[in-house]
């Protein structure tokens, strides 16, 4: 497990404490007043919860697919705790051969989650603290807040929710550890929520994506500086598209929805293990590579107004964030400067944007 660096230690039985949740609602980043009667996704109040597993079991090897058994145990200040029974597994591709705790996917039974936060999220997943260094919480935020930053431009984009969790290892293996991580919705919750399914083609054509979301999604990973997706094809052997999920009524219908995911290695985060492929000009993931398309040229003046319009709360979610340290926030607004630098500076847009599209 992977403790939360500057979290004062403590028992796994006891809450989190009062002080921290205090801090969090004073820095003007997490709301106390949600509704108890509110989706999972609905609030942006940290979620406290404690994981009961054979993590020892689970992490012994850090691959994909291993499974156990546990509970998830949650409370408010006004309830008791309740518990839920989960299935918990890994997951994960590239981070489970750098990191010391993987991902995980937690399903619970439809039937006991009616009155619960995880209310119609019989499937959910769990972006965890890679790493126990306080430089890999600060990215385990970043990737959050990227989340929060698509949905903010008005796409449609996966819920996302900041969890404080204790991990406790049922069989006494593993030392009792608490760390931040945040739930992430399910894909194909999300296609449901938004009134479509999740198509998984071999490839999409350019020109079956709604334009207006393509022409934005390519600005928007610029901004993250992220490389690291495809809207055309997947990686050998998998279906379309790499780190992009594609929605939609059918394959076959046009205007599909581009959902980004896997926002971890990109500059904007800038974990030690990102790096950019090869084939790319590019040495680092702090160097922006514009990524999107010739046809969606036409259509970038609006996108621009459109993120532009959004400068100053974009820049807000970053500095008010509590959980983000103030290295790392001084860090982020010089990354998002740069980035405005470019959508304000015509010559620049033309150099940087219109001369890369493909």
């Known amino acids: 497990?992977?403790?939360?660096?500057?979290?004062?230690?403590?028992?796994?039985?006891?809450?989190?404490?009062?002080?921290?949740?205090?801090?969090?609602?004073?820095?003007g980043g997490y709301p106390t007043g949600a509704s108890a009667a509110a989706g999972l996704f609905d609030s942006s109040e940290p979620l406290e919860i404690r994981l009961e597993a054979p993590w020892r079991q689970l992490t012994r090897r850090m691959e994909a697919g291993r499974s156990a058994a546990g509970k998830l145990i949650y409370g408010t200040a006004s309830s008791e705790e309740s518990s839920l029974e989960v299935s918990i597994s890994t997951r994960g591709t590239s981070r489970l051969e750098v990191c010391d705790f993987p991902l995980l996917t937690l399903e619970m039974r439809a039937e006991e989650i009616v009155d619960s936060p995880f209310a119609g999220q019989r499937v959910v997943h769990l972006t965890t603290q890679c790493r126990r260094e306080p430089s890999f919480r600060d990215n385990l935020v970043l990737e959050y807040l990227s989340y929060q930053a698509y949905r903010l431009l008005g796409e449609p984009g996966l819920g996302v929710r900041m969890a404080l969790v204790d991990y406790l290892d049922t069989e006494g293996k593993r030392s009792a550890e608490s760390a931040l991580a945040f739930f992430l919705e399910d894909l194909d919750l999300a296609a449901a929520r938004l009134g479509g399914v999740r198509l998984e083609p071999e490839t999409v054509p350019v020109d079956a994506w709604a334009p207006e979301t393509l022409a934005l999604l390519g600005l928007f990973q610029l901004m993250l500086g992220n490389t690291d997706w495809s809207a055309h094809r997947g990686p050998p052997g998998e279906p379309c598209c790499h780190n992009l999920a594609v929605f939609g009524p059918t394959a076959a219908a046009p205007d599909l929805t581009p959902v980004p995911f896997d926002l971890d290695s990109t500059g904007l985060v800038d974990p030690p293990y990102a790096a950019p492929v090869e084939s790319l000009p590019i040495d680092s993931v702090r160097q922006r590579l514009y990524r999107g398309f010739c046809a969606s040229n036409s259509l970038l003046p609006a996108a621009v107004a459109r993120i532009q319009a959004a400068r100053a709360a974009l820049v807000a979610l970053f500095e008010n964030d509590p959980f983000l340290d103030s290295r790392s926030k001084k860090r982020a607004r010089k990354y998002l400067d740069s980035y405005f630098d470019v959508l304000d500076d015509p010559k620049k847009l033309k150099k940087r944007v219109l001369g890369y599209c493909r």
Not at 9 to 20: F, N, V, Y
């Open 1 to 27: 497990m992977i403790s939360a660096p500057g979290m004062p230690e403590r028992s796994p039985q006891r809450r989190w404490s009062a002080t921290l949740l205090i801090a969090v609602v004073s820095a």
